[in-house]
Structures are given as structure tokens and as C-alpha cells.
């Protein structure tokens, strides 16, 4: 994304599934304070642009507010294998079908944006692995 200009990630479709984590990797930045002026994860219920609405928890800005979850941070200057963000969504209960991340840079920048589906509603393979720590153990 250029300066000024919104990068909208693809739409993640969270049907069947109980949790989502979405991970942003960002190239650097010449400046740690060119932080970005949006960084949220948005749901909706359909795929249509203009029903895209912030989830107040993950609606980023320079301080928290009732429309506000968390403050954004500073870009990296150095090169990292860490991620920039990383947001845990509960999908279950209230949360729409769909989520999408929007970022608007303030200087020139490649986003990643990285969505894993966990704790599916159903097996899809094998057997349910209640026991260990993954949603299905699958032994050949």
C-alpha cells in the first residue's frame, strides 16, 4: 500500500469454525512513529464492501475510546520475523460471517495478511482429539 492509500485484505469466511486468528506482517518503516492511521478487523454478514462495519475491540487508533480497542503500535524500523499485529476473534455467538483487515499506511509498505481458521464445529477427517491440543488427531 502507498502512502494514504487502504490495503483491504480478502474477505475471511468464518462459517464452521469457533475461532479465527488473523496475523499482519508488514514490511518496515523509515520512521517508528509512521504508524499506521487504520489497522482494524472488520465483520459482516454478507461480502458487500459497504457492509463492512469495525469490531470496537480490534478498531485501532492513538487511544482507546468506545469506538477504539487499542492503540497502534510503532512500526518496526529494523527487519523482523516477528508479526506487526496479530488479532485472537472468538467467531462464536454474535460475530458475523465474515472478517476483513483494513491498513492505511502512512509511508509506502507491503501488508501480509494472514487468516487461520481453528476449533472447527465438526471433525472434518479422523477422529475428535479432546484430549491433546488440536482440533482432530488423524493416525495412519
Known sequence: ATNAATLTSDNIDTMGFDYCRVTVISTTSDAATNVPTTL????????????FAA?????????TSATVGYVIPNMPT????????VFDIDTRG???RYLRVRVTPVTTQTFCVLAQLGMPEQSRSGTAATSENCA?????
Open 40 to 51: 482494524v478487523v472488520q465483520e459482516s454478514d454478507t461480502t458487500a464492501a459497504s457492509d
Open 55 to 63: 469490531i470496537v475491540a480490534f478498531n485501532g487508533g492513538t487511544a
Open 78 to 85: 529494523a527487519t523482523t520475523t516477528a508479526p506487526y499485529a
Open 94 to 96: 454474535a460475530r458475523k
Open 136 to 140: 482432530v488427531k488423524v493416525t495412519g
